[in-house]
């Protein structure tokens, strides 16, 4: 007695190996989205954070914590790295002062090797819709045109006057700027 056993044909292998195909595109594709979005979601909170900071010290103080002019990478365990490709570092001084109120953010999640961090600056003359708000902070998202999650987002460094999107003016690196104005 002779028993016939069929097979797969090429045909129905290459239909199964492109179903599993497609599958596993539309699965990557949904990832890379969600964790964009966590990862965005974890700058806003990070950023929220460190402007609450600010506002917490100024109101303890009547004071900034760091009036010297030069950026200050906020964040103390990722380094900061405009989107030129500048390094920022943290500053002693505004860490120490800060320290007093709470602690800041010790990373954000990065992408790419430039713009990356939340950087705090404080520039005398800044005004805000014509009001003096000296300090602000500044970030990036990841993805280009995303909200930036926080108020009185400004549309230039100084002087400064509301935004008329959910952002900055501008994308660099593929990545959303954000600059905050840090109202006290």
Not at 12 to 38: C, D, F, M, T, W
Request: hydrophobic share 40%.
């Amino acid at each position: 007695m002779s028993k016939s056993t069929r097979g797969f044909t090429i045909v129905e292998l290459l239909i199964v190996i492109v179903v599993i195909a497609i599958l596993a595109a539309i699965s990557i594709v949904a990832y890379n989205g969600i964790k964009q979005r966590a990862d965005n979601t974890a700058i806003i909170n990070a950023a929220s954070q460190s402007i609450k900071s600010v506002q917490a010290y100024y109101a303890a103080n009547s004071e900034y914590p760091f009036t010297g002019g030069a950026n200050v990478c906020v964040t103390t365990a990722v380094t900061c790295v405009r989107d030129e490709g500048t390094t920022e570092v943290n500053n002693t001084t505004f860490n120490t002062n800060i320290a007093t109120i709470g602690t800041p953010p010790a990373s954000v999640p990065t992408s790419g090797s430039v713009a990356n961090g939340i950087m705090y600056n404080y520039l005398s003359s800044r005004t805000f819709n014509g009001k003096s708000q000296p300090a602000m902070i500044f970030y990036w998202l990841n993805g280009t045109n995303k909200e930036c999650g926080v108020g009185n987002i400004m549309n230039a460094w100084s002087p400064a006057v509301t935004a008329t999107g959910p952002h900055t003016n501008g994308n660099s690196a593929g990545k959303t700027l954000c600059f905050i104005s840090i109202a006290v």
